[in-house]
């Protein structure tokens, strides 16, 4: 990560836009309108509320500046937490600088943004519905190997 | 946000990928190769930090089945902080659905996540450098005109 001498280098790591088909069409009125408004928010241990959002910082981390890795890695995250990928794109920064990137869910996404001078990243992964983000730390931690992960979880959107 | 019924309708909206030119040639080695590693870190407030993660919930807005508005006034967003877009993407679940989508910035990323059928959306605004998250909001405010705004701030990477 590097503001203030951000060398524009998109990586070339391709993204890849999976088209979902409309698993159900119950909430199609005939017309094809939208029929009644379903309700999406979930409901577990006694709260209602819209999605769990992670806060990951991770110290001590390796491979910090492999735009390529990271891609393949965060992918693999989001499959580990039952997500399904929308959309990727990562920005190199330098040679052998930082590297920022999201990847975008149906569910919500995945982001993270890297220091290679600090051996730190931060990342964030938002998801709804059934997905379980915790199930992405062990992909986190064999990707990057941390010596120290920092983790801080919000329940976004709790009406209960 | 639709977790359940995802219909894959990546909203025409245009990504664009702003090229950066490298103003400052003085980190690199007459080889080419990268020289001293720089520490871009930020000091504030007697605090070492990577950069500040706020987390917006917002209530009672409107407009967030609206892929193309919210692409434009989350890039408003952005500029307002101070921040350089790099690539932006956005993805509308169904007619009158939720919107998911995200602003990768120089300095890190913005991201919105909305309900409309409850009338709430859940933004994160990560920047680091000299961005200002804070000047995000009254542009959010103006876009969405919530009815309540729940607001939670991280400062990410903390060293001291």
Chains 1, 2 share one sequence.
Not at 11 to 30: G, K, L, R, Y
Not at 50 to 75: F, K
Not at 125 to 153: K, M, N, Y
Request: aromatic letters at 6%; one cysteine or more.
């Amino acid at each position: 990560m590097n503001a203030l001498m951000p060398l524009g280098m998109v990586s070339d790591v391709p993204s890849e836009n999976q088209i979902i088909t409309m698993s159900d069409a119950s909430t199609m009125s005939d017309e094809g309108h939208p029929a009644e408004k379903t309700d999406y928010f979930v409901e577990r241990d006694g709260m209602k509320y819209a999605g769990t959002h992670l806060l990951i910082d991770i110290w001590g981390a390796e491979r910090l500046d492999d735009p390529a890795h990271i891609d393949a890695r965060l992918r693999a995250a989001a499959i580990a937490t039952g997500a399904t990928i929308l959309h990727s794109h990562f920005h190199h920064f330098s040679p052998n600088g930082g590297v920022s990137g999201v990847v975008v869910l149906a569910e919500s996404h995945i982001s993270i943004h890297t220091w290679p001078e600090r051996d730190f990243a931060a990342l964030d992964i938002f998801v709804c519905g059934d997905c379980d983000p915790h199930r992405a730390i062990p992909v986190i931690q064999a990707a990057f190997s941390p010596t120290r992960i920092d983790l801080d979880e919000q329940r976004r959107g709790r009406v209960a």
